[in-house]
């Protein structure tokens, strides 16, 4: 997107993108490059400017007027081409809308699993290995499968409405249990049949069911594994790719706290044997 003419000044003081409702003015949503271009504009905002998700746009002879809110935000990683632009407001990385609370899993010694996100730290339990270089992004946390595993404080009600959940995972057996919440459900696990992803969040009474994907993430392989609710309907992702999906009339209440890498009773066999890294939790539905 560009003005008629981007390298006149007066052009981009007269070419306005302005942002409403609190949301950014522009917002590029990746897997985009920086043949994406944005040019020769002036965008005002209250609130975000420029939203980088996933995406390494460039933003060239620009002016983002933002000052009281943030000028451009991006994911850890994801920075956009700036080319002779002038930014009004704050610049920052990590601004990933709707992330509450991510785990990097990059510390070297421990036990705490910091929250680069807010004040979510993860507590570890038993004797999990840190990996600084063995991981799909940096650092990634071994898991023995016997009784290790990370624990937080409440985090997020599946009732309350919309929610994401990411996470890179290597290892695991059928079984085994990425992601759940205390005395709760099984956010994201592989099937005890055969290893596929599935999810036992589910509604109550006749009409809940738990959601099971044909696509198996214990085959050793690196898989970035995710559960989507958007109100309506459950998806599951694997590798970012649509791999199963349905709909249930609503999602239990639930106030607990979560367990990363075990079954949310502690029960055996649902303990995670095998890496998880780069684990990601937002209040909104997200489309990997």
Known sequence: MRSLDPNDPAVVAGTIIRGRDGSPAVTFSGPESGGCVLAGLTIRSTTVGVSCRDAVPTIRNCVVDCPDGIAVEFWIGHEPGLVD???LGRVREGGDAGLIAYWKFDE?????????????DANVVGD????????????AIRLDGID?????????????GPFSVFAWVKGGAPGQVVLSQAAGANWLMASSSDGALMTDLKSFGRQGRSLTSATVITDDAWHRVGLVWDG?????????IEVAEDTQANLPDSPGGLYIGA??????????????????IYDRAVKP
């Open 232 to 240: 309506t309907s459950r998806i599951l992702y694997v590798d970012d």
């Open 148 to 160: 290790d595993r990370l624990t937080t404080g409440f985090l997020l009600n599946p009732a309350t």
């Open 128 to 139: 999990p290995l840190w990996e600084p270089a063995g991981g799909k992004v940096a650092g």
């Open 108 to 120: 070297t010694a421990g036990a705490i699993a910091s929250d680069s996100q807010g004040e979510h």
């Open 263 to 280: 079954g949310c009773n502690l029960g055996a066999g649902t303990f995670w044997n095998g890496l998880i890294d780069d684990v990601r």
């Open 85 to 87: 632009c002038t930014l």
